[in-house]
């Protein structure tokens, strides 16, 4: 960036100041920080890899076997994971850098601390063998993966920005360590020899388990880091969410762990694990809600309207808009009109990402600016050719009427309270207020 070209802008400032990216992904070798991640990852390896190997040298059919199950397992979850974002695309190198630490380094350091803070735990507490370990592996496993996510959040080029993004990168480094760690454990169920064990520790561990087992635990503790070092709360609110959700991870997983259904490995995973998914629904919506009003927020308050409009961003906002705009746009103008809208929500979408990670004025915004406005012209296009106007789903008249931003951010607030606080709440406060406006006599009924 020259001394003429002005400075970026951005929207929901963090609290903590950090770098601009200076790489496309978390890969910067000016990161003290990235070569600590690194130097502890080789470590985990150096101390995993022996276990690894010594399963499969001991059982080498069933090994085999087990690795292909799992590895063909993570990245079924890794494609359902993409699915469920809302708005962004993290970088591949990145997200491969998350699977890495969850994979080696949170596993490896695990191997070493387990059997200390084992020890601790049967001296601190007069327990049992199966309660103990209830305890002491979410003591050890869930600040291991955590530590991962918070030196993704310190590397500027990996683009920790918001509290979404720290959910799903502690997703990512919850399924490196399930697969490494359940890769283990059915090579050793599986010493008989047949495939049928390991399917079913596919089944019971991945496709059952999976739903609450160690990607739910660290998008626990991971949305916590995503919001402190973004949001812009006080200081203690901030610790006291990273903390806090740090603490609801261990304690989740170690209310997974405990003994506490006395039945089939299959019933018991279903009855304790679906209050730890309902608590992680609850903390994946929170997320949700804190990344749209952000993206609304940028639409609102920084990038051009002709760009990305409150109004454009209206129809961006949740998956089953953008389907609805597409199937509007099918109607009127056919298949063309359908793919130059996919192709332009998808710009529109690129464009506000880039703002919120690099600022407003950086190249990536400068260049995502020109294909958003060539996909614009393309899709009038197509709509001067079906319809006679070059207006349509998605592209709203350039000389429509606006309201005003004032009016556009109450509406937006108003949304977004009814979103988390439920309408009858909101409703009863909007009654309050203006029942408080009101003169005292004339709420009576005086008329003087």
């Keep these: 960036m020259t001394s003429t070209e002005p400075p970026v802008a951005t929207v929901a400032l963090a609290t903590i100041r950090r770098s601009l990216p200076r790489t496309s992904s978390f890969v910067d070798t000016r990161s003290l920080v990235f070569w ?3 130097a502890v990852t080789l470590l985990g390896l150096l101390t995993w890899m022996p276990l690894v190997l010594s399963r499969l040298h001991a059982h080498p059919a069933t090994g085999v076997l087990s690795g292909i199950a799992w590895l063909l397992y993570g990245f079924v979850f890794m494609v359902i994971l993409y699915r469920m974002e809302l708005f962004e695309r993290r970088s591949p190198v990145t997200v491969l850098g998350a699977l890495a630490w969850g994979a080696f380094a949170a596993p490896g350091l695990a191997a070493i601390a387990a059997p200390a803070m084992h020890d601790l735990v049967t001296a601190t507490l007069p327990l049992n063998d199966a309660w103990v370990s209830s305890f002491a592996a979410p003591l050890v496993e869930e600040p291991l993966k955590w530590l991962g996510i918070v030196a993704l959040a310190l590397i500027p080029g990996a683009r920790l920005r918001s509290t979404a993004d720290g959910l799903f990168y502690g997703a990512v480094v919850g399924l490196g360590f ?14 008989d020899g047949t495939a049928g064990t390991v399917f079913a520790m596919v089944l019971l561990r991945g496709v059952v388990g999976g739903l609450w087992n160690h990607p ?14 973004n949001a812009s709360a006080s200081v203690w609110r901030r610790w006291a969410v990273l903390l806090g959700t740090l603490g609801l991870a261990i304690a989740v997983h170690g209310f997974f762990n405990t003994p506490l259904v006395n039945a089939s490995p299959w019933v018991s995973s279903v009855i304790k694990g679906i209050p730890v998914l309902l608590m992680f629904l609850i903390v994946l919506r929170w997320a949700h809600l804190r990344e749209r009003r952000t993206f609304a927020g940028l639409a609102a308050q920084v990038v051009p309207d002709e760009l990305v409009s409150p109004a454009h961003f209206r129809l961006l906002a949740s998956r089953r808009a953008r389907r609805e705009v597409r199937r509007d746009a099918k109607r009127v103008a056919g298949r063309p009109a359908v793919r130059a809208l996919t192709f332009l929500q998808g710009a529109q979408l690129s464009l506000l990402t880039a703002t919120h990670e690099d600022g407003w004025g950086s190249p990536r915004t400068i260049e995502l600016s020109e294909d958003v406005r060539a996909l614009q012209d393309e899709l009038g296009v197509v709509y001067s050719d079906a319809l006679g106007s070059p207006y349509g789903p998605g592209l709203p008249r350039a000389d429509a009427p606006q309201s005003s931003r004032v009016v556009q951010r109450w509406a937006a607030d108003t949304k977004s309270r009814i979103e988390t606080e439920g309408l009858r709440k909101v409703a009863r406060s909007a009654r309050d207020t203006a029942l408080a406006r009101i003169p005292r006599k004339r709420r009576k009924g005086d008329k003087s």
């Excluded at 399930?178 to 010493?191: D, H, P, R």
């Design 216 to 229: 739910t635990f660290s998008a626990i503790s991971g949305a916590g880091v995503g919001y402190f070092f």
């Design 36 to 38: 600590a991640g690194g």
């Design 178 to 191: 399930q697969v490494s760690e359940s890769f283990l454990y059915t090579a050793v169920i599986s010493a």
